[in-house]
């Protein structure tokens, strides 16, 4: 099967296998490679960590305000880990974003940090 082909079967199968719960969304890259988006080099980044007792949600409402600000994360770790004292679990995360305009970057902190005590998480937030 070409590679069109294969595209458009990927495609077809990931949109019958959205249920529940799951959405999947599904943009053509067609053209040349040159068109496609590169990543920045790394004084184009921001860094974002975040550190809070686990629970269900703490990445959906981070990546829902990341969108929000039209954020392109490039990278992402998250662990989840025993507290030093408790060994409750501890969720830490680490992401490289990279935002359409600087100029947002102020409007995407104000808006995580807005978040951050009903997600009862620290946020560190660094542009690189």
Do not use: Y
């Amino acid at each position: 099967m070409s590679p069109p082909g294969r595209v458009d079967a990927l495609a077809a199968a990931l949109t019958h296998a959205t249920a529940g719960a799951l959405t999947i969304t599904l943009d053509r890259a067609d053209g040349p490679a040159a068109a496609l988006p590169t990543a920045p080099d790394a004084h184009g980044l921001t860094e974002l960590e975040l550190v809070g007792a686990d629970h269900p949600g703490i990445v959906h409402a981070i990546t829902a305000i990341l969108l929000k600000h039209g954020a392109n994360i490039w990278e992402f770790e998250s662990e989840c880990v025993a507290a030093p004292m408790t060994g409750a679990p501890l969720f830490k995360a680490k992401a490289q974003i990279a935002l359409p305009e600087s100029g947002r970057l102020a409007a995407l902190g104000d808006d995580l940090e807005a978040i951050a005590s009903d997600l009862m998480v620290e946020l560190r937030i660094s542009n690189r």
